[in-house]
């Protein structure tokens, strides 16, 4: 997603499968593509009410995954460690003044959330 991106809800609806590409997008987020997630679960705020802003959005994402299908982590040996970041942004969601948090976890030097 482009950085400041904001769903605007005065947007026209549109007739378009929103919610099965979202649900299978959903799907691929949590099960092997955890670089897509905080998209896919912004965009799933407004299954109800899709615009064209956000279908294109959900089409990014799909942009997005095809043209890193080939990028993957690679897990090397490392000290033992266990290391923790979090983040937060701080209700910049001007639409529901909702915070999105996120967290990453370090094992031995390695991704495993």
């Given at each position: 997603?482009?950085?400041?991106?904001q769903i605007?809800p005065?947007?026209?609806?549109?007739?378009?499968p929103?919610?099965?590409?979202?649900?299978r997008?959903?799907?691929l987020?949590?099960t092997s593509?955890?670089?897509s997630t905080f998209?896919?679960s912004?965009i799933?705020g407004?299954l109800?009410?899709?615009?064209?802003?956000?279908?294109?959005a959900?089409?990014?994402?799909?942009?997005?995954l095809?043209?890193?299908?080939?990028?993957?982590l690679v897990?090397?040996?490392?000290e033992d460690s266990?290391?923790?970041?979090?983040?937060?942004d701080?209700a910049?969601?001007?639409m529901?003044r909702?915070r999105?948090?996120?967290a990453?976890i370090?094992?031995?030097?390695?991704?495993?959330?």
């Amino acid at each position: 997603m482009e950085t400041g991106f904001q769903i605007d809800p005065d947007q026209s609806v549109t007739n378009v499968p929103y919610r099965k590409l979202v649900g299978r997008l959903l799907y691929l987020s949590t099960t092997s593509r955890p670089g897509s997630t905080f998209s896919v679960s912004y965009i799933s705020g407004v299954l109800d009410k899709p615009t064209n802003q956000t279908w294109k959005a959900a089409k990014k994402v799909l942009w997005y995954l095809k043209k890193t299908k080939t990028t993957g982590l690679v897990h090397q040996k490392g000290e033992d460690s266990i290391e923790s970041s979090t983040n937060a942004d701080w209700a910049c969601d001007k639409m529901h003044r909702k915070r999105i948090s996120g967290a990453i976890i370090f094992n031995c030097g390695n991704p495993v959330r």
